[in-house]
């Protein structure tokens, strides 16, 4: 077979100074690193080159037999064929430089010989049957997708007919092969269901790989990705891989989605700008006659498969009704039933016996009622999730069992259901509840973080909605796990009050607080203003802005005296980066948390900058102004936190000095940064008195030593 190729090809390219499949293959790999065209690698590769032979830059002839389906490497072996040429011409060694010219005097001549070669293996090889199969391949593979995947009997012949709808009729043009929606509940098989019918498509003959190309359109959720976007989209079209799965359009950009759609509609999107290939990576060029340059994407009689949980309707609202309409066939799960979910659960205890003996050198020897109890997580709506995950942790905790212990290889381990509930093993004539093998939660950070917010003076309030917040996730969480809908609610926050009455202490303990209760991922706080969002000219606002909220995914974005992002209406820039601010909180809104601080007045004007804004901060926490103990708890507690200690006779002065202070000017006088202000002013002078009585105590602050004679703002 490879000589036959080699020699049809030959043909084509010249015999004298010919190219072989091997030459071919070469310059077609330096194609992919380095660009250009076939021909032009060829002699690059080979040192030879076609003299005055005319030839389309264009023309690729590896891709000419992609697109017919021909693979050069794995085609099974045929007899010669002889390939359709004028009876005039003759191919051999003696051919003369002419021949090749007028062989190749322009690109339509040269692609007529190569369809002429490509339709004729298409035909030919393996016992004349054509490269396309039939829909007679399908008989009985719905019936051999139900003895994989139980329960979904209606979904998997609906599916069956989507892949094999395009063999019945080719679609026209450059259009999909078919587009397919799947949706239904989740934990129902949609996945397994579609990588196995690839699968046994390829083990068919229907499709020439097993694989399913997966793109998640959530790692795309603002413009900024768009590179990204490209060029993971473009790897997804050119690999060998003849299905593409794309999930979670919900949370991807709109203009990413106006791509997708002109894939399904068109067949092929036109690109914004113009790209080139260089090692594998689509590069931008600001060059519209660029060689070789990427303008659109061809969707190359792919499938293309959408995936959700959503309806029908979901979708028509992220992609529209022409989008919805060009989709031929929607395949929908239904939610396991009881009977379903106890044949998954005898086939995972199996599995996990093979496990237990292979891997851990146990013997298990399972009573029925555990399989039983596994099953019974599944009731409380929360389906085969919960069976999976209890399976999960069996073989968790029997990994622990081997670590943990000295039993011999082939003991045996009896599993059984005690009288209060629990999984028990026994072995050796020794029981444990086999989940209490399993190592405890993680729980140092939470405690951590509820000791620091515990330390905190005053906030009671604010300090009991934290801890509720614990509650409802909590709760939230127990809901998901039983298949309970479980809506989330806003965590955005508005924080008012006067300066230095723990605003931003208490953002970076709930940034940390969500980390420690699963709620965030990373847990850090970023704390902005104006200038870091605002840009200086136009265009440079948004990107600015995305940055930053780019920064804080994960964690909490502090926007302190926010109120200064709005001037007006006259302030273009500031309603740009309230506009993009919005739009960030939108999409992100499951790892992302923003509190916005300002004075009360303010931030109530402020929240009419944009209509969006109100709806998504429904937190509203007032911080009120410390009173004149809390601010002597704080000094004390500055105090030690600086090595010192506060005199129990300076507090009596302390307290007459707060209390004077907080009614005169609590807005300027600064709160907690007012004891934090005496406190370092008592540290200094304490020095200046040491040096007069060295006998004295280096660690403590007396009552001489606070200077409070600034009540009202200004020293006396």
């Known amino acids: 077979m490879r000589d036959d190729i080699d020699d049809s090809l030959s043909g084509i390219?010249?015999?004298?100074?010919?190219?072989?499949?091997?030459?071919?293959?070469?310059?077609?790999?330096?194609r992919k690193k380095e660009g250009g065209n076939l021909i032009d690698n060829l002699r690059k590769v080979t040192g030879r080159s076609l003299p005055n032979a005319s030839y389309d830059n264009s023309l690729d002839i590896g891709k000419m037999c992609k697109d017919r389906g021909i693979d050069l490497d794995s085609r099974p072996p045929f007899e010669p064929v002889p390939v359709n040429r004028d009876s005039d011409r003759v191919y051999d060694n003696d051919v003369s430089y002419s021949s090749i010219n007028e062989a190749m005097s322009g690109a339509k001549k040269l692609e007529k010989e190569l369809d002429d070669f490509t339709k004729n293996i298409d035909h030919d090889y393996n016992g004349g049957k054509p490269v396309t199969p039939g829909p007679e391949k399908f008989n009985g593979l719905a019936d051999e997708l139900m003895?994989?995947?139980?329960?979904?009997?209606?979904?998997?012949?609906?599916?069956?007919?989507?892949?094999?709808?395009?063999?019945?009729?080719?679609?026209?043009?450059?259009?999909?092969?078919?587009?397919?929606?799947?949706?239904?509940?989740?934990?129902?098989?949609?996945?397994?269901?579609?990588?196995?019918?690839?699968?046994?498509?390829?083990?068919?003959?229907?499709?020439?790989?097993?694989?399913v190309t997966v793109i998640d359109l959530s790692l795309y959720p603002s413009a900024g990705e768009?590179?990204?976007?490209?060029?993971?989209?473009?790897?997804?079209?050119?690999?060998?891989?003849?299905?593409?799965?794309?999930?979670?359009?919900?949370?991807?950009?709109?203009?990413?989605?106006?791509?997708?759609?002109?894939?399904?509609?068109?067949?092929?999107?036109?690109?914004?700008?113009?790209?080139?290939?260089?090692?594998?990576?689509?590069?931008?060029?600001?060059?519209?006659?660029?060689?070789?340059?990427?303008?659109?994407?061809?969707?190359?009689?792919?499938?293309?498969?959408?995936?959700?949980?959503?309806?029908?309707?979901?979708?028509?609202?992220?992609?529209?009704?022409?989008?919805?309409?060009?989709?031929?066939?929607?395949?929908?799960?239904?939610?396991?039933?009881?009977?379903?979910?106890?044949?998954?659960?005898?086939?995972?205890?199996?599995?996990?016996?093979?496990?237990?003996?292979?891997?851990?050198?146990?013997?298990?020897?399972?009573?029925?009622?555990?399989?039983?109890?596994?099953?019974?997580?599944s009731d409380k709506n929360a389906g085969l999730k919960a069976v999976l995950k209890f399976y999960e942790d069996f073989l968790d905790a029997l990994v622990q069992i081997r670590l943990e212990t000295d039993l011999p290889e082939g003991a045996d381990i009896h599993l059984y259901m005690s009288e209060d509930g629990r999984v028990t093993a026994e072995s050796g004539g020794?029981?444990?509840?086999?989940?209490?093998?399993?190592?405890?939660?993680?729980?140092?950070?939470?405690?951590?973080?509820?000791?620091?917010?515990?330390?905190?003076?005053?906030?009671?309030?604010?300090?009991?909605?934290?801890?509720?917040?614990?509650?409802?996730?909590?709760i939230k969480k127990r809901r998901s796990e039983e298949g309970l809908k479980s809506s989330d609610v806003s965590k955005h926050m508005i924080f008012t009050g006067n300066p230095g009455t723990g605003k931003t202490t208490i953002a970076r303990i709930i940034s940390r607080y969500l980390k420690a209760i699963g709620v965030l991922t990373g847990g850090q706080l970023v704390e902005v203003s104006r200038a870091d969002l605002v840009g200086r000219y136009v265009g440079h606002t948004a990107p600015l802005t995305n940055q930053v909220i780019k920064s804080a995914i994960g964690g909490v974005l502090f926007i302190d005296e926010?109120?200064?992002?709005?001037?007006?209406?006259?302030?273009?820039?500031?309603l740009e980066a309230i506009d993009t601010l919005v739009k960030g909180i939108e999409d992100n809104r499951d790892n992302l948390v923003v509190i916005?601080?300002?004075?009360?007045?303010?931030?109530?004007?402020?929240?009419?900058s944009n209509s969006g804004l109100k709806s998504r901060f429904p937190n509203l926490i007032n911080f009120p102004d410390y009173t004149g103990e809390e601010l002597v708890a704080?000094?004390?507690?500055?105090?030690?936190?600086?090595?010192?200690?506060?005199?129990?006779?300076?507090?009596?002065?302390?307290?007459?000095?707060?209390?004077?202070?907080?009614?005169?000017?609590?807005?300027?006088?600064?709160?907690?940064?007012?004891?934090?202000?005496?406190?370092e002013e008592a540290i200094l002078n304490q020095s200046r008195r040491l040096i007069a009585e060295p006998e004295s105590d280096l660690s403590l602050l007396l009552s001489q030593d606070f200077d409070l004679n600034d009540i009202a703002g200004d020293k006396i």
């Open 634 to 679: 704080i000094a004390h507690s500055i105090s030690r936190s600086k090595g010192y200690s506060i005199d129990e006779g300076a507090d009596t002065s302390l307290l007459a000095y707060f209390n004077a202070v907080q009614a005169l000017r609590p807005s300027d006088a600064g709160n907690g940064r007012l004891a934090r202000n005496k406190v």
């Open 226 to 377: 768009e590179k990204l976007f490209l060029q993971d989209l473009y790897c997804a079209l050119s690999s060998e891989n003849e299905v593409i799965l794309f999930e979670n359009f919900e949370n991807c950009h709109i203009s990413f989605l106006n791509n997708l759609c002109d894939l399904v509609m068109k067949g092929q999107c036109q690109l914004s700008s113009r790209y080139v290939l260089q090692n594998g990576q689509l590069i931008n060029v600001a060059n519209s006659l660029a060689h070789d340059a990427v303008g659109t994407f061809d969707v190359q009689g792919k499938f293309l498969v959408f995936i959700s949980t959503g309806s029908i309707e979901k979708l028509a609202d992220c992609f529209g009704a022409p989008f919805v309409n060009s989709i031929t066939d929607v395949c929908e799960t239904n939610r396991l039933s009881r009977d379903t979910i106890a044949q998954i659960a005898s086939i995972e205890m199996n599995k996990l016996k093979e496990l237990a003996s292979t891997h851990l050198h146990f013997n298990l020897q399972v009573a029925d009622e555990v399989v039983d109890h596994s099953v019974a997580a």
């Open 13 to 30: 390219l010249g015999k004298r100074n010919n190219y072989t499949l091997d030459e071919i293959k070469e310059a077609q790999k330096r």
């Open 147 to 211: 003895t994989a995947v139980l329960g979904q009997e209606a979904f998997l012949k609906k599916l069956t007919i989507a892949f094999k709808r395009p063999y019945v009729l080719t679609r026209p043009g450059k259009l999909p092969a078919n587009t397919i929606y799947i949706t239904g509940p989740a934990y129902t098989g949609r996945h397994f269901a579609l990588s196995t019918i690839v699968k046994k498509m390829e083990s068919r003959g229907i499709l020439r790989s097993p694989e």
């Open 596 to 608: 916005l601080a300002g004075y009360s007045n303010e931030m109530e004007e402020f929240l009419t």
């Open 562 to 574: 926010a109120y200064s992002l709005y001037r007006g209406t006259e302030d273009s820039f500031g």
């Open 430 to 474: 020794e029981s444990t509840d086999l989940f209490a093998c399993l190592p405890a939660a993680y729980t140092t950070g939470l405690e951590a973080v509820r000791e620091e917010l515990s330390q905190i003076v005053g906030l009671s309030e604010i300090k009991e909605y934290i801890l509720g917040l614990e509650e409802y996730y909590r």
